[in-house]
């Protein structure tokens, strides 16, 4: 990895060596609050594993620190101490869809696309079937030369989870993928999701839908308080509570 | 409901008194013939990038200054000050010399004005106007008794600077030669006319009628010798202006 | 090198088309007319007035523009969270700040070129002359006008996006100051003050050393040995400081 600012600690491995897609060791990140600078301490301590080709669902509270964590594993913060590692050669691989996400006002749903795809390096030919192929995946074809102005809240989230996509990454995280959409926008999305787990790619996404979760993840971790307090299987989590709701709701307040 | 009403009163009352309190300001604020004029040196010091934009800010005030109180009580007192600063200014611009002379001759200091003039000469060295402007000036407000001399080596000075008119030279002769004087100074204004513009102009037929006789035959007479001094399209013009009202 | 091309031409896209830009120049244009009217009162000087004011006109608006536009620049990306979506991808902080300013010097030579041409040929159908000098003005203008957008997109990494636009007009203040500076510096009676002045007039730009303008109106006669050597001066700032603000980005978290 060679971005500005990403992983700091005991260095970066290469991808080849390790099963992990991200593999997070005793994060913490402690940022300053306010007028007087007040430390807060976000991540106290983060162990978390997610293995190549999992799809893997973050749970957690609001304010456990789930969208900290992420951001620190992609290098938009450094953290106060522990180190990231990420399994695939840089931000090249990765693709990225934040929480309520807000895009160029100015530009189409295609020009947006482009633009994104240039920053990857994409060469003319190879945006524009990129760029035409995902506004089809995510069913915005009639809408890509709209201004993202005039665009719904659940048109954004499909822009974005474009973006996210672009530039064929091979670990993919995605926060609160399904906020917004309807019914049928929420089946689409499940099937990109599926269909990237196909093709052997990683997902990770936060969300509080644990229906969601239920269904398409393998593995989960649950945070609170700036720790991940569990980790496992769906299926071990399901022998300790007869719905994911209930063993969440244990985990999380005992 | 009633609250509404009396806020509406209140808002209705303090606009009323808005209006009135503006309405009611005096006319015209008390035209001052003193006015605040900041030394050069104060503008000087601050950006050369703007130096000739407040030259110019400077050059329409003294315009306006004079307009206003030239016809009315006839003070001028700031009006050096102001032809000081604008040229110190911005000494290349001809205009703000050349009107801010004539401007100081209306305001009885033409001592003042033949000082500018002298300033706009050395920093524009090579502009007949200043030396032109120079002598028509000694001519007409110097008290020396060879007056007649000075103001023919300015016109002579004139007349050497490349691209100059050729009537200086004659007006030179003039000045030396035996008329009188009624006869030069009418030859003095004409050049004026000729050299100026819509500012001098005025100023010149104002002279010259001034001095002219009033019957046409007279008249003619004595401006016929303009004829070999100003340029053919200038005769016109200031024949046209001087016999306006008079039957062909 | 693509990136820096991508975010270029997404910052002139974003900038060209703000509605605020287009109200601001046809305001230019208005007071530029109004020279005009000043040129009426003023004896026949009416190319003069015109050129003067109009050089004024497109200076002070050309501030304007240059400074709310760079000042929001950075600060909207950050607000807006559309950080998140570009940083989460293989882009430099570095190459972030560079497209952002060479967009935006795009824009603003379409404005101040436009603004020119237009003061160009009001001044040749008023006063009959065809005056290459204002155009030369215009181009140092636009030189300044980059010294500013710099300072102001340093000053805009830093926090919020007014005091950038506040600090940025006062650069640009200072900037046409700078000689009075040189003479503080000069008058030698205590070390303390001196070296302070230097170093101030060091970090000031200077834009008292070549004055155009006076030179459009007759003022002065021009060196062009000394116009070049002071753009190059002007560009060699702008790389300092755009490396300075490159450096202050590089440590902000989002």
């Known amino acids: 990895m060679t971005q500005d600012g990403l992983g700091t600690g005991s260095g970066a491995a290469t991808g080849a060596q390790s099963r992990a897609a991200v593999l997070l060791r005793d994060l913490h990140k402690t940022v300053a609050v306010g007028f007087l600078r007040r430390q807060v301490e976000i991540l106290r301590g983060v162990d978390l594993v997610v293995d190549r080709g999992d799809v893997f669902g973050l749970l957690g509270p609001n304010g456990a620190g789930k969208t900290t964590t992420v951001k620190v594993a992609l290098g938009l913060m450094r953290p106060t101490s522990g180190s990231v590692q990420l399994g695939v050669e840089g931000l090249g691989r990765v693709g990225y869809l934040p929480e309520n996400p807000y895009f160029y006002d100015y530009l189409s749903g295609r020009e947006f696309l482009g633009f994104c795809a240039r920053l990857f390096g994409l060469d003319a030919g190879a945006r524009h079937e990129r760029v035409e192929e995902l506004l089809r995946d995510v069913s915005l074809v009639d809408a890509a030369g709209t201004h993202l102005r005039k665009y719904s809240k659940g048109m954004l989230q499909r822009i974005g989870i474009a973006q996210a996509l672009i530039n064929d990454p091979e670990l993919v995280l995605l926060d609160e993928p399904m906020t917004g959409l309807d019914p049928v926008g929420r089946v689409e999305v499940k099937h990109i999701i599926e269909r990237l787990h196909e093709r052997g790619k990683t997902v990770m996404f936060n969300s509080h839908i644990l229906s969601d979760v239920h269904e398409l993840c393998s593995r989960i971790a649950i945070m609170r308080s700036g720790r991940v307090i569990w980790q496992g299987t769906v299926d071990e989590a399901l022998d300790e509570a007869p719905s994911l709701e209930d063993f969440f709701m244990k985990v999380v307040t005992a | 409901m009633l609250r509404r009403v009396v806020a509406i009163v209140v808002v209705v009352a303090c606009a009323a008194g808005v209006v009135a309190f503006q309405v009611s300001r005096p006319a015209r604020a008390p035209a001052n013939p003193r006015v605040f004029v900041p030394s050069p040196r104060f503008f000087l010091d601050f950006s050369p990038s703007f130096r000739t934009s407040i030259a110019d800010v400077y050059y329409l005030y003294m315009v306006q200054y004079y307009g206003e109180h030239v016809t009315g009580d006839g003070k001028l007192d700031s009006l050096p000050a102001m032809v000081r600063l604008v040229t110190e200014l911005s000494p290349h611009f001809t205009r703000a010399y050349l009107f801010g002379a004539f401007a100081l001759m209306d305001a009885q200091q033409p001592g003042v004005s033949y000082e500018i003039l002298k300033h706009g000469f050395e920093a524009n060295p090579g502009n007949w106007r200043f030396p032109a402007y120079l002598g028509f000036f000694v001519y007409a407000f110097a008290s020396n008794k060879d007056k007649d001399r000075i103001a023919a080596d300015w016109y002579t000075k004139a007349a050497a600077i490349p691209e100059s008119p050729a009537y200086l030279q004659r007006l030179a002769a003039v000045l030396l030669g035996k008329g009188g004087e009624t006869g030069k100074a009418i030859q003095m204004w004409g050049q004026v006319y000729a050299a100026g513009d819509k500012f001098s102009r005025e100023k010149a037929v104002a002279g010259l009628e001034r001095i002219l006789p009033t019957s046409k035959q007279a008249r003619m007479k004595a401006v016929a010798p303009l004829y070999d001094t100003m340029p053919r399209q200038e005769f016109e013009a200031l024949t046209a202006e001087l016999f306006k009202g008079y039957a062909p | ?254």
């Open chain 3, 1 to 254: 090198m693509k990136q820096l091309l991508a975010i270029t031409i997404n910052t002139f896209k974003e900038t060209i088309r703000d509605r605020v830009l287009a109200v601001i120049v046809v305001f230019a244009l208005l007071m530029i007319a109004g020279g005009l009217w000043l040129g009426s009162i003023s004896l026949g000087e009416q190319g003069r007035m015109i050129k003067d004011f109009g050089l004024v006109a497109v200076s002070g608006f050309g501030l304007i523009v240059a400074v709310f536009v760079a000042a929001s620049l950075v600060h909207k990306e950050v607000e807006k969270r559309t950080v998140f979506v570009l940083f989460s991808k293989p882009v430099s902080r570095a190459a972030f700040i560079a497209g952002k300013f060479i967009g935006l010097c795009g824009t603003m030579a379409v404005v101040l070129a436009g603004m020119g041409l237009f003061l160009f040929a009001l001044v040749w159908i008023v006063a009959g002359e065809a005056s290459g000098m204002v155009l030369l003005a215009v181009l140092m203008i636009y030189v300044q006008l980059l010294a500013v957008v710099a300072v102001t997109i340093f000053f805009s990494t830093m926090g919020s996006a007014i005091l950038a636009a506040v600090l940025g007009i006062c650069v640009f203040v200072a900037g046409q100051l700078s000689h009075n500076v040189l003479a503080l510096t000069r008058l030698g009676k205590n070390p303390l003050t001196e070296a302070l002045s230097w170093v101030v007039y060091v970090i000031v730009p200077n834009f008292s050393a070549v004055d155009v303008k006076a030179g459009a109106v007759g003022e002065q006669t021009l060196a062009w040995g000394q116009i070049g050597l002071w753009t190059a001066y002007i560009l060699a700032y702008v790389v300092v400081v755009l490396a300075l603000a490159a450096l202050v980005f590089r440590r902000k978290e989002f």
